[in-house]
Structures are given as C-alpha cells and as structure tokens.
C-alpha cells in the first residue's frame, strides 16, 4: 500500500509545475515541543478540566445548544363571590373591620398628597400636633381638591368594585366620588360674607344642596366655591362640586378563577397548551405551581399562613382551575391593604416625614407571572405562577353616572332664567388592586448547529491551558532551560556558521569515501550509501527507502551519483544554495535567496567569511589527520571522520553517534561547543 502511494505521489509531482506543487501540495505546521515534567503536566491536565467543566456547565446553565423563544399567552379570568377556602365577600360589615371605625379628624388611613406653589409646599402643613390638609392663603383655599380624608365605609354593589380586561384584573378597595350639580346662579344662597356660596344646607328646587357634612365642597383658588359658566342671553350657570370617599367594605374576599393557556411558533412546532381541559396528545397542558417572587427592595414580607403553605405543595392540574381569593394573593406576594405602604413609592412630605399612607388608600399592583419551561421535543411543559407586589399609586376611573340629565329644550325660553337644577351626576376616581398578568420563559427545542457552536467555543479555550503552563514553566526553577528550548534565538550569521561547519563535515566525509574507493569521480553512488546504512546495523529495506529518498530529494536518477553539493543542499535545506559556476568546476555557496530572487547585502560579506571558516576548518582537520599518521605510524590503518557538537551538549560528556562502522560512544573534547566540528577516529 505504501509503494503504490509512493508511485501516486511522484507521478503527481512530475505531472504538477514546481510553483503550484509548492502551493498546493505543502501543509504548514507549527513545531509541537512535548516538556517531560510530572508537575507541568498535571498542572495542564487540570486547567484543560477545568474548561471543559466550564463548558460543560456552560451547556447545562444556559442551555445554549439549544433553540429558544418565548411563548405567546393569556389568561381567563372571572370574578368570584366567594373563593373556595376563603369568607364570602358579603358575609363581612363594618362593626368589623378597623378601617370602618374612623377617628377624630386625623386618621391612618388618610391620604395627603403634598401641593406646591411656584415651588413652595404649601399643604399639608404640620402644626406640631397633626398634619392640616388645607391651607388659606391670603383668604383663598389650598388643598381640599387633593385630600383623602373624612373617609367611611359604604355597602357597595358587587359589580361597582370589580373590572377586568384580557391581562389585567381590577379591585377598588377605595373610591372618590365627585357629586357635581349645575344650578342657575341666582338661586344659589348667600353666605356670611355675603357672596354665594354652595357650602349650605339648603334645598333648590327639591335638590339638597349639600348632601353630608362629611363631604369636602371643592372650591377654585380665588376662594369661590361654585364653578361659574356663562350660557345664552347673559345668563350664568354655577357648578357645585361635593367629593365624597370611601371604603367598600372588605372586597379583597371576593375571589378569582384563573385559567391559563400557551402557544409557540411554528418554528417550535405551534405547540400549545391550555389549562383549561385535561391534557392531551394534542393538548401539551403543564401542571402550575404557585411561588411567591421577592421584587428588589421589598422588606418587612408578610408570612403566609401554614393552611396556604400546604395548599401551595400539589400543582394545579390542567382541567382544574385556580382559584383563589384576592387577599389570598396579596398574602401569596407578602402584602397587606391594612399596613403602610414603602415610604418612597408614593409622593409624601419628608421633613419632617409624613406618615405612609395605607395599601388600601392608594391601592396596591400583584404580578402574576406564567413562567414556563416547555420542551418541544419531547412535548413536556411546566409552569409555576409566581406572584408579587409592587407599591404605589394605583387607580383608574370608572364611567359616569348621569342622576339628572340636561333638557334639550333648555334655553328655548333662556329670557324667563335657567331651570334650577340643569343637571346632576358623579365622577369616580378608585384605587386598589390591580392584578396583571403576564406571560415568560421559554419553549426549547435541540439545535445541532448551536450545539456544534458551543463545542468549537470550547475547542478554542482548551489552547489557553497550555499557554498558561508555559508560562509558569518560564517562571520555576527550570526556567532558563525551558525558555532557551520555548524561545530559540535564530541569528543569521550563527545560522550560517553551522550551515558552513555542516557543509565542511560533508566534504570531509565525501573525500573520506574517495580514499576509500567508495565516491569515484566525487560523487556517491546508491550502491555506496546503502552500503554505509547497513554497515550501521540498519535493516536493507530501510537503508534502500532512505537512499532513494536521498536522490530524489535533489532530483537525481538512481543509476547516477550525487556530488557533494547536492549532500550540502539535503543538510543545510534552504539555508544555502549551491550553483556551479560557468566559467570553471569550482562550487561556490550562497546564502538563501529570498522569494524576489535579491541576496541583502550582508549576506554577501558573510557567505565570504563563511566560506574562509569552512576552508579553515577543513584544513585543520587535514592537518590534524595528518600530524597523528605522523605521530603514530603504528596507527596507519585508522581513519578519522567528523561529528558536529549537538545543542545542549558540554565538553566531557558522552554522545551516541552513527559512525562507518555503526553506533558509537564518543567523549565530546574540551573547548568544543554546540554547533563545532571534532575528529572521531575509528
């Protein structure tokens, strides 16, 4: 198999142009360097651990290999007049409930919303004793319209307190109802300081005028407490204002019945889901969990009662809906209409502090959240309703109630004056609890693109662990020899040196073969260098393979020799390029070209200087040869050949080299270093 490859890649060679070959046929690769030490190794080990643990939790926590969206919902909800594990709404009156019993002119559950005049608070005012919700200003009234006080508990209708849209859910636990009443101005009585007035008990036309005494007349700043209107012919229409606030006496009874349903895209399947039946093939429902969620801030969380606690174990199974009251919910979220709201959510005067008002006079907002967790693939869903409160003014308006409309025939006979009363009806502002609900989480389904994502992310970390190990292999106490071997300094004219130092040792050995009849005419034979390899114990088929890789490296058919330039050119590589000249038979060396074909101008002086280097050590290593024959004629038979010093080698210690002859031990002699050329006798 490896022949017939062998035959492949040289016909593609012969077949392809040397410059495309040299594109398209070469690889490049970064030199890998393995260290041998215990505690390197481990230390990368665990670092490499470590990102694919990172990894690996990457995938679990953020599920990023999988495909992802939010799904689309809404809730069904209905008002209930009892909840199933809670008082009925009307079963509870006044005598007792503690917001019924109100006391004094100054009460906890009232409401002073601070006022400012060209930037000057000027109501409430604290006297020392209690806060004053209206302030007089050069005789002129400040304050009532924004009081919410002289507050009483009212029976009211079921239906006045509850309201609702597809998301949101609407409780008045507390309302201001505005009496307006149109009256002709002339029929308005006089007060005592003598200027009509609407802060009377008087009757008009069978209307009563002011309807309590525990009512607030709102006047205008200039201290009239009526609202003038011209109409026709001249004649003038006055406006009344009687506010009046309650309490609906305890609403947060009156319960809720929530179903809730889901859907994806149809890139998730349009997988749906509605709690409304019992689940199905194709009706993938979840079961809900009920938890409160703490919002950022929120202290002093009342505690659900044990009963709710154990209620809330078991889910809500689809088909079963979920039914709860809504104080029930406000005690799921951990408030409470009857304790003070946060002193920063609503507007309050702070020096000195105004006390915070009750939940149940500015109203409270519940969150209710479908969190779910739906898998697409294998068509399983999970939802658990988180519930939670955020303080605040809450209200909304209700639609008027007209109690006595307008004639369209008023102002036909306007000379005779206006009817008494042209009209009469009431605006609402409630506040309470406002319930939204809204829909999160996510439907997830496997993606194997995102999958293949995540792993390239942790195939790119993996490199980082062994960059830091070597790194702190620079640092320990075998640093010097790991940053010579990690950070080799390459200069030119050492480079070259050990190019002329190799290419001597190469002429050296080629003329040894000519002494020995084995390089006739300079140049060496297949037959020669297979003979040299197996004289080294190397098997034959290995010795053939490394010779015909020899003489193909420089392009040289097997029945031909290869001279010594062509050695040269194997050992140095690119380094040095050996050209005959035309003029005569003498080799000369160059430095390595660049890709342009220019030679720096240095390289010129140094190839000179090489070149006497290599000469001179040539020479001394004839003279060396020459002076032991002389010296020990008994040794005649012996030969000398020459070894280059290998890196990271001392003078005294003993190196393996591959001799004529086969393997042998050789001393390296004092004063040689890495790079240098010393004669072997053998």
Not at 158 to 175: C, G, H
Not at 497 to 524: P, R, Y
């Amino acid at each position: 198999m490896a022949a017939k490859y062998n035959l492949f890649e040289d016909y593609l060679f012969k077949i392809t142009p040397k410059p495309i070959a040299d594109m398209l046929f070469v690889v490049p690769a970064q030199r890998m360097m393995k260290i041998r030490d215990p505690g390197l190794g481990v230390i990368e080990k665990t670092f490499m651990g470590l990102v694919l643990f990172y990894v690996i939790g990457q995938i679990a926590r953020t599920q990023e290999h999988l495909e992802s969206e939010i799904p689309t919902g809404f809730p069904t909800i209905e008002f209930l007049r009892k909840a199933p594990n809670d008082e009925a709404f009307n079963t509870i009156r006044n005598n007792e409930l503690q917001y019924c019993a109100y006391e004094g002119t100054s009460n906890t559950y009232d409401y002073l919303k601070p006022r400012y005049l060209k930037n000057e608070l000027i109501t409430p005012k604290y006297n020392g004793m209690e806060w004053e919700p209206v302030t007089f200003i050069e005789g002129r009234k400040f304050g009532d319209v924004f009081t919410d006080t002289k507050i009483k508990c009212k029976q009211t209708n079921y239906a006045e307190i509850i309201q609702k849209n597809p998301f949101t859910a609407q409780l008045t636990t507390f309302q201001s109802e505005t009496l307006s009443t149109v009256h002709d101005c002339d029929e308005l009585p006089f007060g005592p300081d003598g200027k009509r007035t609407c802060d009377a008990s008087k009757t008009v036309s069978g209307k009563v005028l002011r309807e309590s005494e525990d009512t607030t007349i709102i006047t205008k700043f200039d201290g009239e407490s009526f609202f003038q209107t011209n109409e026709e012919h001249g004649k003038k229409s006055c406006s009344c204002l009687e506010k009046k606030n309650s309490f609906p006496m305890a609403p947060e009874y009156i319960g809720l019945s929530i179903y809730h349903d889901y859907r994806s895209s149809a890139a998730m399947g349009s997988i749906y889901g509605t709690t409304s039946v019992a689940a199905s093939s194709s009706n993938v429902a979840p079961d809900t969990y009920i938890k409160r969620r703490t919002l950022g801030g929120a202290k002093n969380l009342k505690p659900m009662s044990a009963d709710l606690q154990d209620r809330l174990r078991a889910p809500f199974k689809p088909g079963t809906p979920i039914e709860l009251s809504v104080r029930e919910l406000l005690e799921i979220a951990g408030a409470d209409l009857d304790t003070p709201v946060e002193a920063t959510s609503v507007p309050l005067v702070h020096d000195p502090q105004q006390p915070a008002p009750m939940r149940r006079t500015v109203g409270v907002r519940l969150n209710v959240e479908f969190e779910y967790d739906i898998n697409a693939d294998s068509e399983d869903a999970a939802c658990t309703m988180y519930v939670s409160f955020s303080d605040g003014l809450t209200s909304w308006s209700s639609d008027v109630q007209m109690h006595e409309r307008q004639q369209f025939d008023v102002g036909s006979d306007m000379l005779n004056g206006l009817p008494d009363v042209l009209r009469q009806y009431s605006e609402f502002v409630n506040r309470g609890v406002m319930i939204q609900f809204s829909t999160k989480g996510t439907v997830r389904k496997f993606d194997f693109a995102k999958l293949m994502n995540v792993i390239v992310q942790g195939l790119v970390l993996l490199p980082f662990a062994t960059t830091i190990v070597l790194l702190l292999a620079q640092m320990g106490p075998r640093k010097k020899v790991y940053k010579n071997a990690l950070r080799e300094k390459l200069e030119y004219t050492v480079e070259m040196a050990k190019a002329g130092a190799m290419s001597a040792l190469v002429i050296g050995q080629v003329e040894d073969w000519k002494k020995n009849g084995k390089a006739d005419g300079g140049k060496v034979l297949r037959k020669d260098l297979i003979a040299t390899y197996t004289a080294g114990s190397m098997p034959l088929k290995q010795a053939e393979g490394l010779a015909n890789c020899v003489f193909d490296s420089v392009d040289v058919s097997h029945d031909d020799g290869i001279a010594a330039s062509d050695l040269i050119s194997i050992v140095t590589g690119d380094m040095l390029n050996l050209k005959k000249k035309k003029t005569g038979t003498k080799t000369t060396v160059h430095p390595a070209e660049d890709n342009s074909g220019n030679k720096p101008a240095q390289q010129a002086a140094a190839q000179q200087a090489q070149q006497q280097a290599a000469a001179q050590q040539q020479a001394a290593a004839q003279q060396q040869a020459a002076a032991q024959q002389q010296q020990a004629p008994q040794q005649q038979k012996q030969r000398i050949f020459q070894v280059v010093c290998p890196p990271n080698i001392v003078p005294g210690q003993i190196i393996q080299v591959q001799g004529p002859g086969g393997l042998m031990n050789v001393t390296v002699p004092q004063n040689v270093g890495p790079g240098q050329a010393f004669g072997v006798a053998y």
